[in-house]
């Protein structure tokens, strides 16, 4: 039976809800309490309604450091939002159908999505945004590039680790794979790619930023069987952005020269 403390001072009850909050593991409520109990008095707040505030901070901050701690597990290059992105400069896109793309129906289903088009378009930007998005909605989410991982894969192979590596990646529940088809890959890491890719498949989402229309990956997948069957496992049932040819972020650099 707990028994009741009465009679405890202030400084003794502060002292006691400190030493319980480090317990209980409540950070948010141990830093807030004190000037909360204030304000409650001076509000004349209801007992209720000040353990209500303090347990709704606390799962509210909780819930923003599990979506700071996914977004850094993901490894992204770089900070980037969907309201720093300029849609005005690229009306090849969409705006609602990014702003969809957002909810994250599509990582919940475990669709692709594709986003095509020269540099400086926003194909980066869009798939590290949209990555952050599903980070803070409690999705798993890792960013690499496509040489980068094809390489990974290759020396976890040399290595005899391929089995769990691919394991690894098929756990997340978005990989976004930035560059593909910047460079050429060599049979062997096309190949293994596309193991992940098929590890993946209707089961967990993979989105893509390519400079390369589809037609071209052939650069990069010399084989085109693989080619074709890469080409399908990113396009079933998913989404395919085009961003253009004109790099909006060209624009803005000339604009900035003409002010000067």
Request: glycine share 6%; hydrophobic share 40%.
């Amino acid at each position: 039976m707990t028994t009741r403390r009465r009679g405890m001072t202030e400084e003794a009850a502060d002292t006691a809800i400190d030493q319980a909050c480090r317990m209980l593991r409540l950070p948010t409520i141990r830093q807030g309490f004190a000037d909360g109990a204030d304000r409650a008095a001076a509000e004349q707040m209801s007992y209720r309604g000040f353990l209500a505030e303090l347990l709704l901070a606390e799962c509210d901050d909780r819930a923003r450091r599990r979506s700071e701690r996914r977004i850094k597990a993901a490894k992204f290059p770089r900070e980037k939002s969907l309201r720093a992105f300029d849609f005005d400069a690229n009306p090849n896109i969409d705006p609602a159908t990014v702003h969809t793309l957002a909810k994250c129906e599509w990582v919940k289903k475990g669709q692709p999505l594709c986003l095509i088009g020269d540099s400086g378009t926003g194909k980066s930007h869009l798939l590290i945004a949209l990555g952050t998005e599903a980070a803070m909605a409690g999705y798993r989410v890792k960013y690499t590039l496509a040489t980068k991982l094809a390489n990974e894969l290759v020396e976890a192979a040399d290595e005899k680790t391929l089995s769990k590596t691919i394991a690894r990646y098929g756990r997340v529940d978005l990989l976004c794979i930035d560059e593909l088809g910047y460079m050429q890959l060599d049979r062997r890491g096309a190949e293994l790619l596309f193991q992940v890719l098929t590890e993946r498949e209707e089961k967990a989402s993979v989105a893509i930023a390519s400079n390369e229309s589809f037609s071209g990956w052939t650069k990069t997948f010399t084989d085109p069987r693989l080619c074709a069957a890469i080409v399908d496992r990113l396009t079933f049932g998913g989404t395919i952005i085009e961003t253009g040819t004109d790099s909006y972020r060209l624009a803005h650099t000339t604009r900035q020269l003409a002010q000067q």
